[in-house]
């Protein structure tokens, strides 16, 4: 009588916790800001995490411009190791949350333990790859013989890390896409802030430089991807992250792969934007322009933190509802998480326009930069409240498994629209570095308005007829 007591206690907690991440409950809004808030101070600190590393770089004495440089030529690198965690790892996550909420939990673990060897043998072979490759790729990308040594430097170490980075940011999407917002937010914050104490150390005190700011790195991403596997190894986790599951299912992989495709080809083209912006403001501007790029891209890393979380909190929760077939609050979210975007980065915009100088402190006290970068800021940033559109429409698109929507406006923006004006416009009317500045903002106007008006005309439309033919059902039973 006792042993049967405990046991239903022990069911009734676990059906209490279940419930408390089941997001067809409760008002969807407060299922979005209760992951999106924890999501948006992790998101915050996880750019810290890389963006720490440039704002100590650029204080570096007699060296701060180059250095920063440097490290600004290894964005596309890097950009490319996380375009593989995108890949996978926002490929698994709503394919995982779609499964939960249809009670397909087996579904649900093969899609996690496919998604964790994808990581790891992918992680393995890049840090191969392009540690073989750094050195052309470094000057393909921009790098003078002044700023080759530190992009050197910093890449080589960072490469030895690159397992860790994917494992931590491709597992945590499973963290969040079970409701544990707090968790994964432990999962950025206790890197962010080894990194935060390391850096100091390795690159002034034992005057390591930009190669201190890369093994600090390395440790702190260590850190992250182990608290990551371990919770979701771990009892309090809804599924567990287990070895029979990691074995590969070519069915799986396709889906999980097609479905990230937009997340890695957003990645990838933001790559290939970094290689072509350097490379022309190199050409226009040389070494002062690049590290202009370095730090605006910096800011803008700064500037998207509350959309990024938002939207990332928002894809469990639309995906989840959708699996429940609950369309009426799947609709209730886009709504939502839109307002928001709209509304955050309006105000985002403004603050960048009154106050630039305050944000290009934090990264150099060089008067050279500061006065190259401010007029920059202004045409880069113009009409930033545009580029939310875009990743509402393609959070909702790739919540919904709607891949191909998703990939084509990934393509759109950044490859039809940015990489071809970065090219062109320096060389009109004598823009010139000017020109690679404003293709920002004209790829943001047309590429987010088509992007969430597409949304509206397809996706919209859908989930009202969804709705429609299943209050019919209802009504008929």
Not at 39 to 59: K, N, T
Request: aromatic share 10%; hydrophobic share 50%; proline share 3%.
């Amino acid at each position: 009588m006792i042993i049967g007591d405990f046991a239903e206690k022990g069911r009734g907690r676990g059906m209490l916790h279940e419930q408390n991440n089941d997001f067809s409950q409760g008002s969807v809004s407060g299922n979005i800001l209760s992951l999106a808030l924890p999501m948006i101070f992790a998101q915050l600190v996880s750019v810290l995490y890389s963006v720490v590393d440039r704002m100590y770089i650029g204080h570096i004495p007699h060296a701060a411009a180059n250095a920063l440089t440097g490290v600004g030529l290894t964005f596309p690198i890097i950009t490319i190791v996380m375009a593989f965690a995108n890949l996978f790892g926002t490929g698994g996550a709503p394919l995982f949350s779609i499964a939960r909420g249809a009670k397909e939990e087996q579904r649900a673990e093969d899609v996690m333990g496919n998604t964790f060897a994808l990581l790891l043998s992918c992680g393995v072979l890049l840090t191969v790859l392009i540690l073989v490759f750094r050195r052309p790729l470094l000057y393909l990308f921009g790098a003078s013989d002044a700023t080759f040594p530190y992009a050197n430097d910093y890449i080589s170490v960072y490469l030895c890390g690159s397992v860790f980075v994917m494992l931590s940011l491709g597992m945590n999407n499973f963290i969040n896409a079970q409701g544990f917002s707090r968790k994964g937010m432990v999962t950025v914050l206790l890197g962010a802030l080894i990194n935060i104490l390391l850096d100091p150390l390795f690159i002034f005190v034992l005057g390591l430089g930009v190669r201190g700011a890369a093994i600090a790195t390395v440790i702190s991403q260590a850190a992250s991807a182990l608290w990551a596997v371990c919770f979701l190894r771990g009892k309090r986790a809804l599924l567990r992250l287990k070895v029979s599951s990691m074995r590969l299912q070519l069915p799986l992989v396709r889906e999980i792969c097609f479905l990230g495709a937009s997340g890695f080809i957003m990645s990838v083209t933001n790559s290939a934007v970094q290689i072509v912006c350097n490379a022309t403001l190199q050409s226009f501007g040389g070494d002062l322009y690049v590290g202009v790029m370095t730090i605006i891209n910096s800011i803008r890393e700064i500037a998207t933190t509350a959309v990024n979380g938002l939207t990332s909190a928002a894809q469990p929760v639309l995906g989840f509802n959708f699996g429940a077939r609950q369309y009426r609050r799947v609709r209730a979210g886009i709504k939502f998480e839109s307002l928001l975007c709209v509304g955050y980065t309006t105000a985002a915009w403004g603050v960048l326009l009154l106050f630039p100088r305050l944000f290009i402190r934090l990264f150099t006290e060089d008067q050279a930069l500061i006065e190259a970068c401010v007029p920059s800021m202004h045409i880069y940033f113009f009409g930033f409240f545009m580029m939310s559109l875009q990743m509402a429409g393609q959070c909702v698109a790739v919540a919904l498994g709607r891949s191909r929507q998703a990939i084509f406006f990934s393509l759109l923006r950044k490859a039809v629209i940015v990489i071809p004006l970065t090219l062109v416009l320096p060389r009109v009317m004598g823009l010139g570095v000017n020109g690679v500045f404003l293709a920002e903002p004209i790829s943001n106007f047309i590429g987010g308005a088509a992007c969430y008006i597409t949304m509206l005309m397809t996706i919209w439309p859908e989930l009202r007829r969804r709705e429609q033919l299943e209050a019919k059902q209802d009504g008929g039973c």
